[in-house]
Every structure is written in structure tokens, then in C-alpha cells.
């Protein structure tokens, strides 16, 4: 049966990613009013051009074998509207390049228009002090959504469509119920959609240090799929040093009614260190999240995650390649990361960074496979040519372990190599 989990649970969520088309129309409606900006009222443009050149090297499918390099151009093009109508009252819309489940398009249209534009963004928001005596508000729309630090659920990239009251009893707490759709089923049964219901608060303890605490619960009752996770967080600066943690545990049930009902029992843990001495900025962390430590029992013991397609990690490994969570952007499920890493501004326009991984399958991904997934280094250059204009290189360099070679058998796991680089005008 968990052969079939993982598939079922990449349909259900890869839906979350979907995004509304947007068409221009030729004409208002009659019953439209348009508003145009009087008085107090404040439009705001925005957007972004955004141009990445790729080199890529042993990767076949998402795994790193033996190939020919690859090379290609992509751009990403935004455009933002803020509408700030009253005190209080504003709305937000993003569109950009690309479809629901990318936004970006590969250069080589041959005298062609490029892409089409989708909406990323499109929400409303009104807050106030009026209801409780301090601030609080409701925030409705398509929205780009995370918890904690990312390492559960992280839908940044293309959002979900949620409704989120907030409310804010002093200046230090912070307190968010969300309820987002996932996947709308039929319209005429409500027992087939997949739906999330998050509450979450976070304290300032104090200008430089900051805790929290989430709960979710994501819900699908037509097949018994009811996925919790409770994740506590705190990040900030203790005599000059720097630290972030993280840790989440998960509980709930999949196909109730089923012989076999799987339970959720992953969980995960980080903790990163760092020390600045101008310029210099050292980093040290480390991040563990489960796997499923038995193969002949039901349960789901591996940490699941829900993740857009961004860097979380590493430049190959989890971004690139199929990690030992068994699907490309699974983050922490069933991988232990190790990690040390420096930062380096020599001016204000330049910073440097280099960081390196040593990563493992927290359990074998099948009965006899290897646990060492490789190491990893990766460097980034950032430049500031001008005012909102910035030149990046990003280069990595992936040394597959013995757990590709033993899933890639007979054919030989290879190391991998990235090399893209990314200029990104914003205005």
C-alpha cells in the first residue's frame, strides 16, 4: 500500500498549486463600477524582469546518472497592483509569466510572444482596532503561505487560496486561524475536498529574538485522510550569536476504513548557529527529519512535507535531484543534513557565500540500500550593478553516495554539476 501513499498524496497537493487564468476584457460590464483613484486613495505599480541562464551536468530525470550537460535560458516577468483605498483597506494583485504549475518560459520562440500571465496574487485586507480595542483583521484571496521556518509547509511560490483572521493583543503576540482549500472536489459534496485549518501564534520576546507555535490540520474525510502536525519555532541573537530551531512532530490517519489504516507518526528537528565577525559571517546547522524506519507495517513514520519548488536546502540535492524522500522538493522527509557555511561582504554591492553538505537518508529508502546520499558545496555571488539591478551566480557540485548507486543499479550513479546565473531588475 505505501507504494501507492506517495502517488496519492503528490495528486492531492500538487493541486494546491493551481492558479486562476487572467484575461483582459475589452469592455467594463455595465454592472461593474470601476474605481478610480480619488482622495486618500493610493495605487501602488510594481514588478519585476528577471533573466537565468542554466548549465546542468549528469542529470537524468531528476536522478544523477550519466548524461550529456544541459544548457538553456528562462525569464520570469511580474507585474503588481497595491491598492491602498482607506485606512485600513487594501488589495493586492500579482501576475506573472508562466501557468499554474510554472513561472517561468525557456527562451526560443522563433518571432513568438513568450508566455502568457497568470494571477499569483490576489487578495484583500482590512484591519482595524475597532472590533477587540487593539488590531486585528481579515485577510481574503490567493496568497503566498508558509509556517515556522518552511520546513513543513511552504506554498511562497504560487499560494493557495485561504481566508486568514488575525489579531494582534499587544505589541509582542501575534495570533493567526487560517482555514485554506487545497482541492476543490464537486461543488455539490463537501466530503471530497482537501482542506487545511491552521492556528498559530508567535511571541517577540524581544527586538533581536522570537518564538513560535503552529497547528495544522489537513483534511480530506471521503478517504480518511486526516494529516496534523504541531511545529514550535524560535529564532534570534543571544550575545552575538545567532540561532534558529525548529521542531515538528506529526500525528493523524490516512484511508480510515481501510484493513490496513496508516498513521502519521514523522517528526523533525534543526538547530543553526552563526557568528559574525565583520565581515565575515560563520554559519554551522543542522536538520533531521524521520523516515520510515519499518517497511512491513502501515505507518507513515516519515516526515511529510509540503513544499513549493524553491531552494530550501541545497542548490542540487532536494532542489534538483530526487532526495531520499523519493520526490524532488521533499525537504527534510527522511534526510539528515549537515551543514557549515560562510558569508563574505568585501563592499556594500558584493556578498559571497560558500557552504558545504554532508547529507543521509535518516532510514534506508529500501531493505539493504546505503544511507550516505553524498556531500555538497555550493557558492553564491551577489552583486548590486545599480539601484534595484542585481547580478547573481549560483554554482554547486553534488557527489552522489552509495544510496544512488544502490537505487541506481546497474547503472552507475554519477556527481552533478550547476552552474546558473541570474540577473533580476525589480521595480
Known amino acids: 500500500m505505501k507504494k501507492y501513499l506517495a502517488l496519492i498524496l503528490g495528486v492531492l497537493f500538487v493541486l494546491s498549486f493551481a492558479a486562476s487564468a487572467f484575461a483582459i476584457h475589452a469592455e467594463i460590464p455595465s454592472e461593474t463600477q470601476a474605481v478610480v483613484a480619488k482622495g486618500t486613495t493610493q495605487i501602488t505599480l510594481g514588478g519585476e524582469l528577471r533573466v537565468r541562464g542554466w548549465y546542468r551536468d549528469n542529470y537524468v530525470g531528476g536522478l544523477p546518472a550519466d548524461s550529456s550537460s544541459q544548457a538553456w535560458y528562462d525569464q520570469r516577468v511580474r507585474l503588481s497592483v497595491d491598492a491602498a483605498v482607506a485606512p485600513g483597506v487594501m488589495g493586492r494583485v500579482l501576475l506573472e509569466s508562466g501557468n499554474g504549475t510554472s513561472d517561468v518560459y525557456t527562451w526560443g520562440n522563433f518571432n513568438a510572444k513568450p508566455t502568457s500571465l497568470s494571477v499569483n496574487e490576489a487578495w484583500l485586507l482590512y484591519s482595524g482596532s475597532g472590533l477587540f480595542g487593539f488590531n486585528s483583521g481579515l485577510k481574503i484571496g490567493h496568497m503566498p503561505l508558509a509556517l515556522g521556518q518552511k520546513e513543513f509547509f511552504d506554498h511562497t511560490k504560487f499560494g493557495d487560496d485561504a481566508v486568514v483572521f488575525f489579531m494582534d493583543p499587544t505589541k509582542q503576540l501575534h495570533i493567526g486561524l487560517l482555514a485554506v482549500k487545497f482541492a476543490e472536489g464537486s461543488k455539490t459534496d463537501n466530503t471530497d475536498d482537501l ?220 556527481d552533478v554539476t550547476l552552474l546558473r546565473h541570474t540577473i533580476t531588475l525589480s521595480f
Open 195 to 414: 482542506d487545511g485549518y491552521v492556528g498559530l501564534a508567535v511571541y517577540k520576546i524581544d527586538d533581536k529574538n522570537t518564538v513560535g507555535v503552529n497547528y495544522t490540520y489537513l483534511n480530506s474525510s471521503d478517504i480518511g485522510f486526516s494529516h496534523q502536525n504541531l511545529g514550535v519555532h524560535a529564532d534570534g541573537n543571544i550575545a552575538g550569536v545567532g540561532y534558529k530551531a525548529f521542531g515538528d512532530i506529526q500525528f493523524g490517519t490516512i484511508f480510515d476504513g481501510w484493513p490496513a489504516e496508516s498513521e502519521f507518526g514523522g517528526y523533525a528537528l534543526g538547530l543553526g548557529l552563526s557568528y559574525k565577525l565583520d565581515p565575515v559571517n560563520i554559519r554551522g546547522s543542522i536538520a533531521y527529519g524521520s523516515g520510515d524506519d519499518d517497511a512491513t507495517d502501515s505507518d507513515i513514520d516519515t516526515f511529510v512535507t509540503y513544499l513549493g519548488n524553491d531552494q530550501h536546502y541545497t542548490l542540487i540535492y532536494e532542489y534538483q535531484v530526487v532526495p531520499a524522500g523519493g520526490y524532488v522538493n521533499a525537504g527534510l522527509s527522511n534526510t539528515t543534513y549537515y551543514n557549515l557555511g560562510l558569508d563574505y561582504s568585501p563592499t556594500k554591492e558584493i556578498a559571497l557565500s560558500i557552504d558545504g553538505y554532508i547529507l543521509r537518508a535518516t532510514e534506508e529508502i529500501f531493505p539493504g540500500a546505503d544511507k550516505d546520499a553524498g556531500w555538497e558545496v555550493d557558492a553564491k555571488m551577489k552583486y548590486a550593478i545599480a539601484k534595484n539591478l542585481t547580478y547573481q551566480i549560483d554554482a554547486g557540485y553534488f557527489s552522489s553516495g552509495d544510496m544512488y548507486k544502490d537505487a541506481l543499479s546497474p547503472v552507475d550513479n554519477e
